[in-house]
């Protein structure tokens, strides 16, 4: 295994530059199209060779560099600072506009170029640690794929974070004087225009029933964050699409689904026939109320994007 290893060192020094620039090349690609785009055709997208490279710099540290392996940092040096620029002002933009101004204007998907800044953050990282003893010639075959694999899942969650609280902090800069409402709605959406409707439906000592925390009611499922907005109201979770014990409860949500991604059969909830007083009906698109006397049919849900709170009846 350890000749092994030492014989990847030894390529590594040949294939580093390559590898760099295969990393900048397909980030750049789905920068401009989407993450994925590559795996529709070579299995793989930028963050497989953005890791790539990246291990293949950590297998330089300890090692003397070639002179083009140099100037690869030297170039990654002014790489990194223009990039971060590039990436401030897009942020800066999509926060003064809209979500997806970037990429409607430009052709260029901010969260997907933070991939670029990552991979030359860390390069620059990587650069200043050459000099000291290497740390992967120690390890074995085995180790080194779960070294692999972990740099990817990190790679993925990282960016996604950093990408996210970069916006926040630009957008909270770029806004300091904006009202409550307006900043919550800019981080919210939906969810934050109808808790409030929940919150102006509902008295403070109401018991509130709320879908379990799955996919696509991450938002309105979690107790903890409802409980944020509707304290001193209490709620507990509900279950998929079985009865519930609702003595009590006063209000059950009435919820379509504010995450993407869950089959469209998941949508709408609950699923179980409720005795109610009314349904208080929440229309997303516009802020309209409307009540509704009788009980509630998830038959009845057959639009998309249908919202309320069901009174239950005692």
């Not at 083009?68 to 002002?89: C, E, G, H, K, P």
């Not at 997806?100 to 200043?128: C, D, E, G, M, R």
């Not at 694999?149 to 806004?175: N, P, Q, R």
């Not at 225009?193 to 709320?210: G, Q, R």
């Amino acid at each position: 295994m350890s000749r092994l290893i030492i014989r990847v060192v030894e390529v590594n020094k040949y294939i580093f530059p390559l590898l760099i620039g295969l990393a900048f090349v397909s980030s750049g690609l789905e920068t401009y199209s989407y993450l994925g785009f590559l795996s529709k055709y070579i299995l793989v997208d930028s963050r497989f060779f953005l890791v790539l490279a990246l291990v293949s710099a950590a297998f330089l540290v300890g090692e003397k560099l070639s002179a083009l392996d140099v100037l690869v940092f030297r170039l990654n040096s002014i790489v990194l600072s223009t990039s971060t620029a590039l990436y401030i002002v897009m942020q800066f933009l999509e926060s003064s506009h809209f979500h997806n101004y970037v990429f409607s204007t430009y052709h260029i998907q901010p969260t997907n170029f933070f991939y670029i800044v990552f991979l030359s953050s860390a390069l620059f990282l990587i650069s200043k640690l050459v000099r000291q003893k290497p740390f992967l010639l120690n390890m074995s075959v085995f180790k080194l794929a779960i070294v692999f694999i972990f740099t990817v899942v990190f790679l993925d969650g990282a960016v996604k974070t950093m990408d996210a609280a970069v916006y926040t902090d630009i957008y909270i800069l770029s806004h300091i004087n904006a009202s409550y409402d307006f900043k919550m709605e800019e981080r919210w959406g939906l969810y934050y225009d109808y808790i409030k409707f929940v919150k102006a439906n509902t008295p403070e000592n109401a018991s509130i029933l709320v879908p379990p925390q799955e996919l696509p009611w991450f938002s309105t499922g979690n107790v903890g964050l409802d409980r944020y907005f509707l304290f001193p109201r209490k709620m507990g979770n509900g279950s998929y699409n079985e009865p519930m014990d609702l003595s009590n409860y006063d209000y059950v949500l009435l919820v379509w689904g504010e995450w993407d991604g869950a089959d469209k059969s998941a949508y709408g909830w609950p699923k179980i026939p409720i005795k109610a007083e009314k349904i208080i009906y929440f229309e997303s698109a516009t802020g309209v109320v409307r009540e509704k006397n009788g009980n509630y049919d998830p038959k009845s849900i057959t639009t998309d994007g249908v919202w309320g709170i069901i009174k239950v009846k005692k």
